[in-house]
């Protein structure tokens, strides 16, 4: 099982910007379609965006987040990455990455996850 570890979270006001990383290790994030999750408080994790293995195919959970996230994959440096502009106090939560589970099972543990919090 691989290992994940997320980072570049914070307070951040609404309309500003965090770029995460979710670094990986232990299996090669290229042989998976990947995805970011988040997880605010008292709800349950849903998925953010999840871009395929060779990154031609990605998809955004809404449209909100289709118009101010982005997700991004370097394959060679087996990170992926999320940007986040024009954030909102909606966007509060904790942010894991794992492979995507339209694909099939978790193939990395959870890692720790990056805290984002907006504020208003």
């Known amino acids: 099982q691989g290992q994940l570890d997320e980072s570049g979270g914070g307070l951040v006001q609404a309309g500003g910007s965090l770029r995460l990383s979710c670094a990986a290790s232990?299996?090669?994030?290229?042989?998976?379609?990947m995805a970011w999750y988040r997880q605010a408080p008292g709800k349950e994790r849903e998925i953010v965006a999840s871009?395929?293995?060779?990154?031609?195919?990605?998809?955004y959970a809404t449209y909100s987040v289709k118009h101010r996230f982005t997700i991004i994959r370097d394959n060679d440096k087996n990170t992926l990455y999320l940007q986040m502009n024009s954030l909102e106090p909606e966007d509060t939560a904790m942010y894991y990455c794992?492979?995507?589970?339209?694909?099939?099972?978790?193939?990395?543990?959870w890692g720790p996850g990056a805290q984002v919090t907006v504020s208003s």
């Open positions: 794992n492979s995507s589970h339209y694909s099939g099972p978790y193939y990395f543990n």
């Open positions: 232990g299996r090669n994030i290229s042989d998976y379609n």
């Open positions: 871009i395929s293995w060779s990154g031609a195919n990605i998809n």
